[in-house]
C-alpha cells in the first residue's frame, strides 16, 4: 500500500468516524460536505485510489455502498530516522548545525502514521535530561521532530545556538528584542538569547516515551 496523501487520510478519518456516529457508511455527497472537498468528481478520484490501495471496497449501483477493509489508515508505519541526541537541560554542544540534516541516520525507528499526522521531513531525537519533565518528556524518550526553520510562540523546537556551538530543546518565546528558551521544569531557568543566535532545527509533534 502506497502512502496516503493528506486528503485521502481525511476521508478515511471521516468514513470511520461516519460509520462509528451512525453505524452506516456516507454518500459521496456527505464527504463533499464533510471533508470540505469541491466536488464529488475529486471525491472519486481519491475514492479509487483508496480502492485501488486495498484501504475500501466499493460496492457499485448502492448509493451507501462504501466500505471500509481496514479501519483506519493509521495501522500503517513509517521509518523515521534517529539522528542523535537533544538536550532537555543544559544545550549539548556538536560540531556543526548540519548534524541535525537528515542524511545517513545510524537507527531508525517504526512509527504508526497517526504519529505524523501526514507531515514531511520528520526525525526523530533521543532526550537527554530533564527540562521538559512538566511536558511529559523524560530523560530517555524520543521526540519526533518535523524539520522547520521557524516556530510559533510557544512551541517546542530543537534550538541550535550559534555562539555556543551547541543544541537544546525548549519552548521558544520571542520577548521584545530577545529570545526565551523556557524549560518546562520549575526547577531551571530559562535561557536568554538574541535572535540572530537562534537557529530552529525543528519542532516537536510528538514524543514516544521509554517505560520502566
Known sequence: MKTLSSRQRHIINFLTRFAEERSYPPTVRDIVSGCGISSTSVVD???????????????????????????????????????????????????????????????????????????????????????MIDALISDGDIVLMQYVNTVENGEMAAVWLKAEKAVTLKKVYHDKKRIRLQPANIQMKPIYTEPDNVEIQGRVIGVIRQLG
Open 45 to 131: 478520484y481519491n475514492l479509487d485510489i483508496l480502492e485501488r490501495e486495498g484501504y475500501i471496497r466499493r460496492h457499485p449501483g448502492i448509493s451507501r455502498g462504501i466500505e471500509l477493509v481496514t479501519p483506519s489508515a493509521q495501522e500503517h508505519t513509517i521509518k523515521i530516522p534517529i539522528i542523535g541526541l537533544i538536550a532537555a537541560g543544559e544545550p549539548i554542544p556538536v560540531p556543526d548545525p548540519d548534524v541535525w540534516d537528515i542524511v545517513t541516520p545510524a537507527e531508525t525507528l517504526e512509527v504508526t502514521e497517526d504519529l505524523t499526522h501526514g507531515r514531511e521531513r520528520v526525525y526523530a531525537l533521543k532526550v537527554k535530561g530533564s527540562s
